[in-house]
């Protein structure tokens, strides 16, 4: 491409900036794959191919809050009563490729640099910030997120148009057909999305709207798995199923690749509406993990009929407890089996509002294994688009979440034991509960401004703690 074509294409993206501010009920916020189709240089309708970015740079705050004790005999889970600062920053590029029809790769190299409040301890189903993952570091972190094969095959039914994104060609689908989907992926591209609570660079910041908080999907500490799924289309109705890798210790980053022993499995039964014209969606959700996991109340009887057995003693996976008076999940693990069915809810009020509701119910005998500690939780709150104060692009919404535990979770917590966020020597148990406020802002073509308040109270399922503030700030662009 000659050094004219170069200055005419960034002379052409302003152009398209300009034009996207002046009109902004255009959807489009991807200037440069639109540049490269006004030029004739790539086809938004048909793609071969596309590429785009997205950067995040989230700053928490969280206030001091009273708390009866802290990391009570010896126990290194409680979230520090101290006001507290951290941050996340993270970089993805998705980049797709059309290989014959219907067969398309997609890669994406992501970046992560994070300091968690409190270590990311102390808080469960209500973690401040989705971006933490468990295993993140102030330096830098380059890692490649997503690697995946996608076949589509047509079945027929109505013909409609699919938008160019991030891991998304743009062209045209049919209202009834199978897609199948291998390589390493997040579950949740495809699994419990919601319009108005899932995109959380762009909506609500605290995890808990993220997914159901009680969704112990099989994931790596960075919330990634390897494995396949599949989708059956048939007009409304979809049903999705998969089989996933899970890690080979809980919460930890190596994953178990044999996933005809150790696994995560999930259906979700699908079905969208219209009420009054506006659209909705229910989805019904289940999963089976088979994990070497820990029992609490096998870790319980463990301790009781051999004292020895207690937190500081285990030489295998633990969670470094210096509670010598504590059971551990560590002399209980083996295969055990973990089940949990949900069901999630969206549905449009008016064009610029829309409601969302989640829910979900696990078994709660086993640890968490690779998400929060939640054995049972909600979610359910509104987003409303800047419309009626003429900022079409802005949004706000307002969310209320809680989580709960099994009574056999809470025992084991009240004798000190810990899992791999919570834990404070013992346990005046109350559900955790959240409210999460965010105003975004558009503020150039492709970059938004978001300010977050979120009010938690019983962090970690523990009323002698709390409540707190938490103060978020989000820049999010995208190209």
């Known amino acids: 491409m000659s050094i004219l074509k170069i200055l005419s294409l960034c002379v052409s993206i302003y152009a398209t900036t300009a034009q996207a501010e002046n009109y902004p009920d255009l959807e489009d916020e991807f200037s440069l794959m639109a540049t490269l189709s006004d030029h004739d240089w790539h086809d ?88 933490l993952q468990k295993n993140g570091s102030e330096s830098s972190t380059w890692y490649l997120s997503r690697l995946i094969y996608r076949q589509t095959l047509s079945l027929g039914g109505s013909v409609s148009e699919v938008k160019s994104g991030p891991m998304q060609l743009g062209g045209t689908v049919d209202s009834r057909r199978f897609i199948f989907t291998g390589g390493t992926f997040s579950i949740l591209d495809i699994f419990d999305k919601n319009s108005y609570a899932g995109d959380l660079r762009r909506q609500f910041t605290n995890m808990a709207f993220l997914s159901n908080a009680a969704y112990d999907f099989a994931a790596d500490a960075r919330g990634y798995t390897t494995g396949f799924a599949g989708e059956i289309y048939f007009d409304d109705w979809a049903f999705r199923f ?59 009887e463990a301790f009781k009929a051999d004292p020895n057995k207690n937190a500081t003693t285990c030489t295998g996976y633990n969670y470094d407890s210096a509670n010598t008076n504590a059971p551990d999940l560590c002399w209980a693990r083996k295969p055990n089996i973990k089940v949990g069915a949900g069901i999630n809810i969206e549905q449009g009020i008016m064009d610029d509002l829309g409601v969302f509701f989640r829910g979900m119910y696990s078994d709660g005998d086993t640890e968490v294994y690779s998400y929060v500690p939640a054995d049972r939780s909600i979610s359910v709150g509104a987003s409303m688009k800047g419309l009626r104060w003429g900022r079409l692009k802005d949004s706000i919404g307002l969310g209320y979440a809680q989580s709960w535990i099994s009574t056999q979770h809470v025992a084991y917590l009240n004798m000190g034991g810990i899992d791999g966020f919570i834990g404070d020597g013992k346990i005046n148990y109350q559900p955790e509960q959240v409210v999460d406020l965010y105003y975004q802002c558009h503020v150039l073509s492709s970059t938004w401004v978001t300010l977050d308040y979120q009010h938690l109270a019983n962090p970690a399922y523990n009323a002698d703690r709390g409540p707190l503030d938490i103060y978020n700030a989000r820049i999010h662009f995208e190209f």
């Open 44 to 131: 938004l309708k048909d793609e071969r191919w596309n590429v785009y970015s997205q950067g995040t740079y989230i700053s928490s705050f969280k206030s001091a809050f009273p708390a009866a004790y802290t990391n009570l005999n010896g126990t290194p889970n409680s979230l520090s009563p101290k006001s507290e600062h951290g941050f996340t920053a993270t970089f993805t590029s998705y980049v797709g490729l059309k290989l014959w029809q219907g067969g398309e790769v997609y890669a994406a190299p992501e970046m992560v640099s994070e300091l968690p409040l409190s270590g990311l301890k102390g808080i469960s189903g209500a973690i401040q910030n989705f971006e």
């Open 242 to 300: 998969a089989r996933i890798a899970g890690p080979i210790n809980p919460n930890d980053l190596e994953k178990e690749f044999n996933i005809l022993k150790y696994y995560g499995d999930q259906v979700e039964l699908e079905h969208k509406h219209q009420i009054k014209g506006q659209s909705g969606a229910v989805k019904l959700l289940g999963f089976r993990n088979r994990q070497r996991s820990g029992s609490f109340n096998e870790a319980i």
